[in-house]
């Protein structure tokens, strides 16, 4: 399997110029062989990128009608998207997003052909109340809820702690270990154990370049999900290249 490393933009940047150079030139240098290199600008810019390459960072959970402000899986497909992220911890706490829609999300996206970057994770307070485990195994069973076996090996599992996200206070290496364990864990009760051992999951929260390598050769990550590290090419592509 090869590792994937996925840029996640968020509300970056200003203008339609600086999406186009920063694509151009995150694609120009981020050439790797052994790993997967997914970028997800905002919506406004994605009918302007070209690449096999490119994700969104969201999508509507209703395939099409009357969700005045949202995008729909198809369209994205027709953009020329072929990856989107659900779940993310600032979708669901600032727009109250829920594992119900996270699923209704999954299954348009897979029915529209685009590959799922399902994140979760567990808040301070859940991480200090040692919920983890219980926060972690309702994620994931909610969201994947009637997805099949044929389906779920196309998904990426992407483990983000809330805390860790934007702060600085990268998850330890152990930690994130036993949480992509657990992980494995859930799926192969769900599923199986083959399906389970094959699941891409990947680890996010303030990944920069001096601690990357570590996540996907000691924590076994499959890969990464790089916020603000993303929006500086030259942090971004050594990050790609420790993943080689
Ligand atoms: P960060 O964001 O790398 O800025 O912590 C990660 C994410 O939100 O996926």
Known sequence: MKNIIIANWKMNPATN?????????????????????????????????????????????????AFTGEVSALMLKD????????????????????????????????????????CIGETKQEFEAHLKPDVLETQITEALKDITKEQVKKI?????????????????????????VFIR??????????????MQIIYGGSVKSFNSADYIKHAGANGLLVGGASLDVEEFIAIVKSAE
């Open 17 to 65: 110029k600086e999406a186009k150079k920063l694509f151009s030139e995150t694609n120009k240098k981020a050439k790797a062989k052994n790993t997967e290199v997914v970028v997800c600008p905002p919506f406004a810019y994605l009918g302007l990128l070209k690449g096999k390459n490119l994700g969104a960072q969201n999508v509507c959970f209703e395939g099409k009608g």
């Open 185 to 198: 864990k859930i799926i192969s009760e769900l599923y199986n154990r083959e399906i389970a051992d094959n």
């Open 156 to 180: 990426v599992i992407a483990y983000e702690p809330v805390w860790a996200i934007g702060t600085g206070e990268n998850c330890s290496v152990d930690e994130t270990m036993t949480s992509i």
């Open 79 to 118: 953009l020329g998207v072929s990856f989107v992220i659900v779940g993310h911890s600032e979708r669901r706490k600032y727009f109250n997003e829920t594992n119900l829609q996270m699923n209704g999300k999954i299954k348009n996206s897979m029915e529209a052909g685009l590959k799922p970057i399902l």
